[in-house]
């Protein structure tokens, strides 16, 4: 089977570098071009990305010496995966649907646009019928699809199994890697002993798209999920991987063992084999102490949400912790994962 060629946009970023890594070896999909701004444009990547490379290995080889090109169409390749500071990505994402490429995006600019999928393969495959209504309504010849943000996206794999015993009500409060605010990101004397209980934007985004992931597909668009989301959210110095604590509100009454079933039992991917899914997209650690970012962030490769800590709450019903990686499940991973979805589906077919 020939590779399907995948190129990114913001390729120099946090982000961007976790596609570089996680594309190198990738089964489908071949790396053909990495795309910045001007400021890196016309560069070999092993030159831009001196002293910005942050993932403790070298640059892998097959991406050092490629040339880094302006984000504009005219790149060789069918997807464009996108890790694009939200300043710019709206109109260059767009541009590229245009020009039928298909745009698979981390950032936050088209994910709440009611023709477009935001996307967890787990929670709302069923969102990618969404695809023909956003290409028939803005007459693209390609399309965007989104992946959430890197918060909400862990919170919202831990839910879904909870969907069926009725949700209704969620508060969660957050304690964000910093890799999360890009590089050079908070500086360092602002967050060295210190937490900051404030991130632009973010408590928004998880409130809002929380009801559109977990709401439900009719033919024409998506109607959110009815349910109250309240979220606070925190800068802590942690390099990698978000934790957040989460109680919940449920219809139905159920014991500590069965809620912990619904994480263990939640495979709604088991079969498609996928490249990057996560064999447990839920991992449960029954340690009173767990789960914690640095031990826990690269379960499953990164891909998976790891849930502990499940216990009743004396305010809503019951309450755990999800901690998962922040740049791989919460960001490049997911977008990848997408892509390889929208592949099985058919959506890549020319
Ligand atoms: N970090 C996370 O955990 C995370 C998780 C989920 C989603 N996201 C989202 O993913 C996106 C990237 O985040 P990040 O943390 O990787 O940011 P970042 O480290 O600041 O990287 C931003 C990228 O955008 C490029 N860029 C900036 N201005 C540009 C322009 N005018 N034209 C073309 N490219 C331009 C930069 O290229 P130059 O190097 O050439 O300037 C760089 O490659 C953001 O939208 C963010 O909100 C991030």
């Known amino acids: 089977m020939a590779k399907i060629k995948v190129g990114i946009l913001g ?13 190198n070896g990738h089964p489908w999909f071949q790396l053909t071009e990495l795309a ?9 990547y092993r030159e831009v990305m001196e002293g910005r490379w942050k993932l403790g290995h070298d640059i892998p080889e097959y991406a050092r010496d490629m040339v880094i090109k302006e984000c504009a169409p005219g790149l060789d390749c069918r997807i464009v995966f996108s890790a694009l500071d939200a300043d710019v990505a709206g109109p260059i994402e767009q541009a590229f649907a245009k020009a039928g490429y298909v745009v698979s995006s981390n950032s936050k600019n088209h994910r ?4 477009v999928p935001l996307l967890i393969p787990e929670v709302n495959a069923e969102h990618l019928r969404l695809i023909p209504v956003q290409k028939a309504n803005r007459k693209w010849k390609g399309f965007i699809v989104t992946n959430p943000n890197c918060t909400t996206i862990h919170m919202v794999i831990a839910l879904k199994p909870l969907m069926q015993l009725g949700l209704s009500k969620v508060m969660v409060t957050s304690m964000q890697a910093l890799s999360g605010a890009g590089y050079p990101g908070v500086p360092s004397l ?40 309240s979220a606070s959210c925190n800068r802590v110095q942690v390099s990698d991987g978000h934790t957040e604590c989460v109680s919940v509100k449920l219809d139905k009454k159920v014991k500590i063992d ?8 939640f495979q709604p991917l088991k079969g498609m084999e996928l490249p990057s899914a996560p064999l447990h997209p839920i991992v449960v650690k029954m340690e ?3 789960p914690q970012p640095k031990m826990d962030r690269d379960t499953e490769k990164g891909m998976a949400s790891v849930v502990g800590r499940i216990r009743e709450c004396r305010v809503l019903d019951y ?11 919460g960001a490049a991973g997911a977008a990848i994962l997408n892509a390889e979805l929208m592949k099985v589906q058919g959506y890549l077919n020319p």
């Open 11 to 23: 390729a120099t970023g946090m982000v961007g570098q976790r596609f570089v890594q996680l594309l």
């Open 36 to 44: 910045a701004s001007e400021r890196s444009a016309k560069r070999a």
């Open 288 to 290: 009173p102490n767990r």
């Open 112 to 115: 709440m646009e009611a023709d």
């Open 190 to 229: 602002d967050i060295l002993d210190n937490v900051i209980p404030y991130i632009g934007g973010e408590e928004e985004k998880v409130e809002v798209e929380t009801l559109k992931l977990l709401g439900a597909f009719n033919e024409k668009g998506v109607i959110n999920a009815a349910m109250a989301v």
């Open 319 to 329: 309450k755990f912790v999800v901690t998962g990686h922040n740049t791989i499940r």
């Open 258 to 265: 069965e809620l912990t079933a619904a994480f263990e039992d």
